[in-house]
């Protein structure tokens, strides 16, 4: 039986995605767009949904914490991208992905 922490480690959780489909690794770029790492494709908030996000907290120090989000654009690529979490995190990367959710409330909002 594998340990619920080890099942929690960004590595297990990252090779779980990838086999899931989640191969692409996303940046934002300066634009604060969304940007595929390998071909520069650049993506708006409009064009990407949150499918899932895991945190995770440093071995040695709690307060070392960081956050791996799983994503979809509409063109249909997957893949992931991660941000520390707290005072240590990247504006560019909360600010697209802040945009993202508030997108998809809405999206909520007008299917009901």
């Known amino acids: 039986m594998q340990d619920k922490v080890e099942e929690r480690s960004l590595v297990n959780v990252l090779n779980r995605l990838k086999k ?3 191969k692409t690794d996303f940046k934002v770029s300066g634009e604060g767009r969304l940007c595929n790492m390998e071909d520069k494709k650049e993506f708006s908030p409009e064009e990407v949904r949150i499918v899932d996000f895991y945190r995770f907290e440093g071995e040695s120090d709690p ?3 960081s956050i791996l989000y799983a994503i979809e654009t ?3 690529m997957k893949g992931t991208i991660s941000n520390s ?4 995190a990247d504006q560019k ?4 992905l802040k945009q ?4 998809g409330k809405n999206l909520d909002k007008k299917d009901k």
């Not at 993202?100 to 997108?103: A, F, H, R, T």
């Open 100 to 103: 993202v959710e508030d997108l």
């Open 20 to 22: 899931d489909g989640y």
């Open 93 to 96: 990367v909360d600010s697209f």
């Open 74 to 76: 509409k063109s249909g």
């Open 63 to 65: 307060s070392d914490m």
């Open 85 to 88: 979490y707290g005072p240590y």
